[in-house]
């Protein structure tokens, strides 16, 4: 037996910012957007453009952000990652979206409280 029913389709932002940056626009994206569902984590690494001579990268810190998001609002929700976390200037980081089809959002209770 099969459903009709088509079930909501999200999708899946992640945005590389600077060390810093990351709570702050999760509170954004709570309180402006009320993207709830997003976390930010640290990470740390190397490319070619980070070595300082041929022999040693120079490690970078950065933070990142992961946000699952309703499909019908995440280029919305991708230009405000976009400029709150300020990579629009130039090797400030970058921001990518992709397909979440697996994706399911679980609703909280409206009377939980809010952090302190």
């Known amino acids: 037996m099969t459903s009709d029913r ?10 590389f910012l600077p060390a810093g940056r990351a709570q702050g626009v999760l509170d954004r ?4 957007k009320g993207i ?14 980070t070595r300082r001579d041929k022999s ?3 490690y970078v810190e950065r933070e990142m952000i992961t946000a699952l998001v309703p499909a ?6 991708f230009r405000f990652i976009f400029y709150a976390s ?11 979206m992709m397909p979440a089809p697996c994706a399911e959002m679980l609703c909280l209770s409206d009377d939980i409280p809010d952090e302190v």
């Open 72 to 77: 019908g609002r995440a280029d919305e929700i």
């Open 6 to 15: 088509r079930l909501p389709q999200y999708k899946t932002i992640t945005c």
């Open 36 to 49: 709830s569902s997003a976390f930010a984590y640290h990470a740390r690494g190397a490319g070619l453009a």
């Open 56 to 58: 040693r990268p120079e």
């Open 86 to 96: 300020g990579i629009d200037q130039p090797h400030a980081g970058m921001v990518l």
């Open 29 to 32: 994206l709570r309180k402006e």
